[in-house]
T-cell receptor, first 113, second 112 residues
Framework: DAKTTQPPSMDCAEGRAANLPCNHS???????VYWYRQIHSQGPQYIIH???NNETNEMASLIITEDRKSSTLILPHATLRDTAVYYCIGVPFSSGSARQLTFGSGTQLTVLP | NAGVTQTPKFRVLKTGQSMTLLCAQDMNHEYMYWYRQDPGMGLRLIHYSVGEGTTAKGEVPDGYNVSRLKKQNFLLGLESAAPSQTSVYFC???????????FGSGTRLTVV
């Protein structure tokens, strides 16, 4: 599984876009990039995932570089409730894989009023 | 539709005691997982199951046992609790082809 590197913490002003970077230079061709977040010791919450194309859903956008060595999670209009630890994870998608998640330390995003 | 339910939510054990954590999901998911999270760290996989009657070891399986007798339930057992097992335990599940996991709200276990 790919090792990911994220900054330990970031701040963002409420209402502004939050851009969370992740380096995954060792990601293999059969691994998705997943993003989860964990709010105040609750269970992690799935946000979005992608392979090589940019993705968008109701929560966020995911921008993956062409070489797939890094990605950026974008929360377009951050609110106080987006304050959480954000995890970037490489997950193999082969049919025989149990796709267990390997969590790093993540990025503590603090949205400031 | 409750999703993933973990019981109990809190527990304090004495060293050497045993207990079982229950994870129940009502989404007909095939895959289920047990993770632990220590303060300031990410989650680490203990055991997982790819279907009823099957289990496998994860990253940190020592001191734990699991069973999946019914598809909707995944049990995590501690036979002889140790202070090093003080942690928050999360259960998760997903479908066979699904990409997003659904996590429970956690069980906070303290071993004294």
């Amino acid at each position: 599984d790919a090792k990911t590197t994220q900054p330990p913490s970031m701040d963002c002003a409420e209402g502004r876009a939050a851009n969370l970077p992740c380096n995954h230079s060792t990601i293999s061709g059969n691994e998705y990039v997943y993003w989860y977040r964990q709010i105040h010791s609750q269970g992690p919450q799935y946000i979005i995932h992608g392979l090589k194309n940019n993705e968008t859903n109701e929560m966020a956008s995911l921008i993956i570089t062409e070489d797939r060595k890094s990605s950026t999670l974008i929360l377009p209009h951050a609110t106080l409730r987006d304050t959480a630890v954000y995890y970037c994870i490489g997950v193999p998608f082969s049919s025989g894989s149990a796709r267990q998640l390997t969590f790093g330390s993540g990025t503590q995003l603090t949205v400031l009023p | 539709n409750a999703g993933v339910t973990q019981t109990p939510k809190f527990r304090v054990l004495k060293t050497g005691q045993s207990m079982t954590l229950l994870c129940a999901q009502d989404m007909n998911h095939e895959y289920m997982y047990w993770y632990r999270q220590d303060p300031g760290m990410g989650l680490r996989l203990i055991h997982y199951s790819v279907g009823e009657g099957t289990t496998a070891k994860g990253e940190v399986p020592d001191g734990y046992n699991v069973s999946r007798l019914k598809k909707q339930n995944f049990l995590l057992g501690l036979e002889s609790a140790a202070p090093s097992q003080t942690s928050v335990y999360f259960c998760a599940s997903r479908t066979l082809q699904g990409y997003g996991y659904t996590f429970g709200s956690g069980t906070r276990l303290t071993v004294v």
